[in-house]
């Protein structure tokens, strides 16, 4: 998808460079669109690394473990024909805790456990929709390179949007769980 | 201005929760810390091959002058929302990758200031969500689940309901 989304763009930008008249900027944009990619990640590193240690610390310290079980009773709500299945339920834990602490390493492979457990169980279709919403709607709490672009950039408060955004990630969690409750209703079995 | 405050406190006081909890278990903190940043440090190295081919496309997208193609074609629908034009690029982004999205958020960052109010809605769209088409690529393609039409639907839906919330409290 981003293969063809991206060869797409640079063939565009030819064309239109062509067209427009704007071959020489279009050179000067390889150059300065290479340089500016190193120093974004200069600019972020430091923070990512920092928070990448600190969610470790949260992680080995039993931290992690702490909110799953308090995440436990609202999942049961959630996926109501897993409520007792914990081989489905657990690695679901994982990856939605791993989302909400930022670390998207940790989130994949527990989240694909948790699709695989759905399907050896024939509980695929709803539950899956509910949790693929779930992943894309994440809610974190530190999302380090936002910040720390922000802050690189010149923003006086670098966490000023952290409560909007979290709003704005419930509203997207809430829209596609209705929607999937409302048209997936008499469905959840089919599979 | 409260609310505001949320957010300033919110990293600090995480730390010093972990802190508290990573000391009471007894675990070596340290050693832990180190050898968490170095996953961050190959996690920076794994994402740099991408960022720098889609910064670099974002640039020539820019500078060549497609980028104002495209808005001028899509603006009638946006102003109508009074959806700021400039934002544009960031929700056509958004749902396909999450390096193109940074790739953008960065130029928006460039050009108008992260404090601005087309920087904050933008932080605000970028933060809120993840790529959509990558989710599914990664978690349906794992297990081969082919009823991907449905998810893609209701996530866009929900995508556009964040959006236009957003725009509503920014």
Redesign the interface.
Known sequence: ??GK??AT??I???L??LI?N?IN??G???L???D???N??LM??GA????????????????TG?ISRLLFPILQVLFPNCAKKQNILNPICINLVSNIMGLS?AA?PS??KA??EM?KEKL??AN??VF??M????V????T???A??KN?????????????????I???L??IL??KI??KNKIDRQ | MM??N???F??PT??V???I??I??K?N?FD??????K???E??LS??PA????????????????LE?IIKLLNPIFSFLKFPKECIPLLIMKP??GS?S??I??SI??SY???SYV??LS????????A?????????G??K?K?TK??IF??L???I???L??LF??
Not at chain 1, 48 to 63: P, T, Y
């Open positions: 998808m981003i989304v991206w763009m640079l565009a930008s030819f239109c460079a427009n704007k900027e279009l000067n944009a390889i300065e669109g290479t500016q990619a190193i974004i990640i972020t590193s990512i690394i920092f928070w990448s240690g600190m969610m470790k610390i949260a992680q080995d310290s039993g931290f702490a390493n994949t989240g694909i699709m695989k399907k695929l279709s899956t929709l693929l919403i992943n894309m709607s994440c974190q709490i530190a999302p390179f936002l910040v672009l922000r950039f010149g923003s006086n408060k670098p966490y000023e949007i952290l409560p909007k955004m979290w709003a704005t990630s509203i997207f969690l829209t596609g929607l999937i048209f997936k | 609310i505001e949320i957010g300033t919110s990293a995480l730390i929760i972990i802190l909890f990573a009471k278990s675990i903190i832990s810390f180190i050898k968490g940043a996953e961050g440090l996690c920076m994402i740099l960022i720098i081919a889609l910064i670099t496309a974002v640039t020539m997208f820019k500078f060549s002058g497609t193609i396909i990758s193109g940074n790739a958020l960065s960052f460039e200031g992260p404090d920087g904050k932080s605000i769209i970028s933060g809120s969500s993840e959509i088409f990558y989710i599914v690529s990664t978690y349906c794992a297990i689940f009823e449905n998810i209701f996530a839906i929900s995508f309901t964040s959006v919330f957003a409290i920014c």
